[in-house]
């Protein structure tokens, strides 16, 4: 008998009727004799519309009473999904987060997991009920309180259980038919991946794909657990999202030419896009050792995550630099702040900030072993009259940044000068993209 996880989004379950539809496709699932978890996320806007009315009632709301709140979303949907199951006639328990045995570190809105203790479902599951578990939600042991993990934390919450009940396979259900080339909803010409591996994904996600979050795929990545994204709104095959080592030793279920090697890997994995940064320019910086130290350990106290940073060649008559810099926009006040502080001590001239910045990053494994690929995207974006103002890579990625609003045509004419485009355009199934 195998052991499935299967999560499903908020746009899955939005309605009475998506919750009957999805309460028959886990039925479907226990009838083929698997055993069946479920992680499942708070029906549709249901989290944003709870944030909207904390801060109606609350300008700075408690982040105690925040999880408190929040957690009830996926506690609505949890139940509503168990009694649709038992009204076709399965035996179904839900179980909140701190009933799963879901452990999280103390932190309010961004816990992280630090065990799994699912008893009670192993225990349910051995009595041949299919277990519905709330996302997003844990406990800490310390302060006894209700934790969340961050938005977008069922997925976290569905790889968690995988791993911690060493599933066959952690199936993650989504509006859309798996992971796209880029996001189908700005280009219907994206193409569906069969086979990622974890590390591409992380790269893609890291940039802004929103399909996955970042830390169901470390975790996914760190426990070996495979995932298969793919759509509630039909029986398509998704994507595969691997661990290579495991794929080259024959572990995992499917295999097809990614993880042969017979077959020429696609170079490019696919492309993603971020306008949630911001540009900040320290302006007039003196050149001397120590500058780029003193500036960086002032950003890292106020625990701002930087991205990018590029470094002026400084004018021989100035003997003065510029040092730029992109971080999310919520950190942006914080860090100016900062900085203007100690202008004095550090001696730069100014500083500049700008929130109307795009992030475009082209992730594929195959760069490693690819040149040229700077040059095409280069040559794309120049065609295509958008003008990059800051460039970064890694291994496997190339990051550039324009103006905001060019960023979904920058996007468009990369996806297809690497040849992504697909002959048709990708189905989205539902959602508001929120
Ligand atoms: N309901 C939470 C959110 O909207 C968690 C999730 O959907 O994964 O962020
Ligand atoms: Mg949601």
């Known amino acids: ?49 709870l944030l909207d009315l904390a801060h109606e009632v609350a300008p700075i709301p408690v982040p105690r009473e925040m999880d408190m709140l929040l957690s009830a979303g996926e506690r609505i949907s949890m139940a509503l999904l168990a009694m649709a199951i038992e009204s076709l006639g399965h035996d179904a328990r ?30 349910a599951l051995d009595e041949g009920a299919i277990v519905i578990v709330a996302g997003f ?55 569906k991946i069969d086979r990622i591996t974890s590390e591409e994904m992380l790269e893609l996600a890291a940039n802004g794909a929103k399909v996955l979050y970042i830390r169901a795929v470390e975790y996914a990545r760190r426990h070996g657990v495979t995932l298969h994204v793919r759509s509630s709104f039909n029986n398509n095959e998704g994507t595969i999202v691997y661990n290579p080592t495991e794929a080259e030793s024959g572990t995992p279920s499917t295999t097809t030419e990614r ?58 008559s100035t003997g003065l630099t510029d040092i730029s810099f992109t971080l999310p926009k919520s950190e942006g006040q914080g860090v100016l702040t900062a900085l203007r502080a100690e202008q004095d001590e550090v001696g730069f001239v100014g500083l500049q900030y700008d929130d109307q910045i795009g992030k475009l990053a082209l992730v594929g494994a195959g760069m490693r072993t690819n040149a040229g690929v700077s040059a095409k995207l280069f040559t794309a974006l120049f065609e295509a009259g958008i003008n990059i103002e800051m ?44």
């Open 1 to 49: 008998m195998s052991l499935i996880v299967q999560k499903y989004g908020g746009s899955s379950v939005a309605d009475a009727e998506s919750i009957k539809r999805v309460a028959k496709r886990i039925v479907e699932t226990r009838k083929a004799g698997n055993e069946v978890v479920v992680a499942v996320s708070a029906m549709g806007d249901t989290t944003d519309e």
């Open 94 to 123: 839900s179980f909140t987060g701190s009933q799963a045995g879901m452990i999280t570190d103390a932190r309010h809105g961004a816990a992280r997991i630090v065990d799994v203790t699912p008893v009670r479902l192993r225990e």
């Open 137 to 191: 939600q844990g406990f800490n042991r310390d302060t006894k309180d209700i934790t969340t993990l961050g938005r977008g934390g069922s997925d976290t919450t569905a790889v968690a259980l995988a791993a911690a009940l060493d599933a066959d396979i952690c199936e993650i259900y989504t509006d859309v038919d798996g992971i796209f080339t880029a996001d189908p909803r700005v280009v219907p010409k994206a193409s």
């Open 259 to 316: 993880s042969e090697g017979a077959v020429e890997e696609p170079m490019i994995a696919g492309v993603a896009t971020d306008l949630s940064e911001a540009k900040i320019t320290v302006v007039g910086v003196p050149d001397i050792p120590g500058k780029a130290a003193q500036i960086f350990t002032i950003v890292a106290k106020t625990g701002a995550n930087i991205d990018m940073i590029v470094q002026n060649v400084s004018a021989a």
């Open 391 to 434: 460039i970064s890579t890694s291994e496997i990625r190339i990051s550039v940044v324009t103006r905001a609003d060019t960023i979904n045509d920058a996007l468009r004419v990369v996806h297809t000068a690497f040849g992504l485009d697909a002959a048709e355009e990708a189905v989205v199934h539902a959602g508001t993209g929120r």
